[in-house]
């Protein structure tokens, strides 16, 4: 194995000097091997545990401290340390105005100390430190805190002993902005994931409801995100007189942004939806209102249908949407124009109407389904939708399981949404 730069420089810095307690030299050798494994730790507690440890125990009679600069206020926070009976993890001293440390995080140079008695930025800590040295640990040219290492001989650290600890406190630096950033990331990433959770639930809580008790009718539904959430949603609005609003819509784009957009839609849908008796002016109306307050670019596409069930009628508009599939002796899709997707500008909607009679089923859904694609890229399409519904115990949920397995081995996936209206 290749010896890395560091511990080589250090071998031939040292020429033998021995102490009552160790060789000096010898231990500090081990020290720059040790800053692999320093190097190698990402959590920041055990990174500053394993720098004060090993070197104390290395050297042996001596104390290790690791102050880090506190981002919040002129101070330094005392993080790692050991051998220390004053000073509890947590302490804090001023920059440029507390000990030797707060001294040197000030300048950014290194201060010894041969005999701590005749210094005058020591602060005495441990009655028996005799000689200290304070390193700087800089990272990208800042100061972001102070290595400390304190012995009981006067005069413990030679000239080349305290640049192999200022190499051994670059590594130190490095490593402990390493651990900073990873720990940042991964509180980032645990408040995203805890926001997404935060929002799929709500948005669940939105499907799950029970389907609307309507005589004559029975409603299917399928919800099945992409990520944690979704663009896709459908909706049951009473509209009153036996009558009701069902909205199926895709908001472009995917993850929040879209479930923003999509929430604002659907609240705007419910309280456009009462004031107008027809699919075609309800999705006129609130195109209007989208077109003012999309962000450019994007768009919902809404398929809407008012059912009355007195009349078992079902009338139908699509803001560009994909058209229903009507199922009975034989499966069809809905001979219906569409207008622009919602949010684009001005578009008028045309509209269809389909008498339901029993035993007739009406489908809405995603083009998450329709444009499922496999391992080799090819679409689900229309063709194995119809396929699907040839069998008469179809339903949502066995069509999203074929279209989930179909996906299988697939890098494109999409949310996949279905609503099922089943005349009885």
Not at 255 to 260: E, F, T, Y
Not at 276 to 285: I, N, V
Request: glycine residues 8%; charged residues 20%; hydrophobic residues 40%.
């Amino acid at each position: 194995m290749a010896t890395h730069p560091a511990t080589a420089q250090a071998r031939d810095a040292f020429p033998p000097r021995i102490h009552s307690s160790c060789d000096f030299t010898h231990t500090l050798m081990k020290l720059q091997r040790a800053t692999y494994l320093i190097a190698s730790t990402l959590e920041l507690d055990a990174l500053l545990d394993r720098v004060v440890n090993d070197i104390a125990a290395s050297i042996g009679n001596v104390e290790v401290d690791v102050w880090l600069r506190d981002g919040k206020s002129d101070d330094l926070v005392l993080s790692g340390v050991r051998g220390c009976t004053k000073n509890k993890q947590g302490a804090r001293l001023k920059i440029g105005r507390q000990g030797m440390v707060g001294h040197v995080a000030a300048t950014g140079k290194m201060r010894y100390a041969p005999d701590v008695s005749k210094d005058p930025y020591y602060i005495a800590c441990e009655p028996n430190t005799r000689s200290s040295v304070s390193i700087p640990l800089k990272a990208a040219g800042e100061v972001i805190g102070a290595l400390c290492v304190e012995h009981c001989e006067i005069d413990a650290f030679s000239d080349d002993q305290r640049q192999v600890l200022q190499a051994l406190a670059g590594h130190i630096a490095i490593a402990v902005e390493n651990a900073r950033l990873f720990r940042n990331e991964r509180f980032e990433r645990e408040r995203l994931q805890k926001e997404s959770a935060e929002a799929r639930a709500m948005q669940q809580s939105l499907f799950l409801k029970p389907q609307p008790l309507v005589p004559g009718f029975a409603f299917e539904t399928a919800w099945h995100p992409a990520g944690a959430v979704a663009g896709d949603w459908f909706d049951f609005i009473d509209l009153g007189s036996q009558r009701y609003g069902i909205a199926l819509a895709d908001v472009s784009g995917k993850g929040m942004p879209a479930a923003l957009l999509m929430s604002a839609t659907r609240a705007l849908l419910r309280s456009i939806a009462p004031l107008y008796t027809s699919p075609a002016q309800t999705l006129e109306h609130l195109n209007r209102t989208l077109t003012d307050d999309f962000p450019m670019g994007k768009f919902v596409t809404m398929v809407y249908g008012v059912l009355d069930a007195g009349t078992r009628q079902i009338t139908v508009a699509s803001a560009g949407h994909l058209r229903p599939l009507v199922i009975n002796h034989h499966c069809a899709f809905l001979d219906l124009d569409t207008g622009l997707p919602l949010g684009l500008g001005a578009s008028s909607y045309p509209e269809s109407t389909l008498t339901l009679d029993p035993g007739t089923r009406l489908l809405f859904y995603t083009d998450g389904i329709t444009e499922a694609m496999d391992s080799t890229d090819e679409e689900f399409g229309p063709a194995r939708l119809i396929e699907h519904f040839h069998d008469p115990g179809a339903c949502v949920d066995s069509l999203i399981a074929e279209v989930k397995r179909y996906e299988t081995g697939s890098t494109h996936t999409d949310d996949a949404t279905a609503v099922l209206i089943r005349s009885r």
